[in-house]
């Protein structure tokens, strides 16, 4: 454990819109039950890139105790998405899911095609 500067996030003000999934190069956040998460926090190093995509002000960048950042555990991860990007696996755009962990829906917004899972998609449409 080590004293180091990491994200935090609001799950009273997140409204699950995904936004900051992308803006994390780390891959450290992930939609998980309709909140952004920090999947795991040796892959944030607290530039907080993610900030300032957040409508709801719900990211911010606190100082405390946590694992150190892993430039090993970012590579990993980095490369599985590559991996999967090569192989043509498709993930739900919010949380990240492939298709063989959820079932996953074509849509269209901001003359885009992007693909969205059933649990993601009623926030979608309810807000
Ligand atoms: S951008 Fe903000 S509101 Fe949207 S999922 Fe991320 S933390 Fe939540």
Known sequence: MVNRMIVKID??????????VSPCAEGAIQIINGKAKVVSEELCDGMGFCIGVCPQDAISIEERQTMDFNPQAVKEMQETKEKDTETGSIHCFKCDRDENERYLMPLRHGKESIWVCTRCLPALIHG
């Open 11 to 20: 799950e009273e003000k997140c409204n699950g819109c995904g936004k900051c």
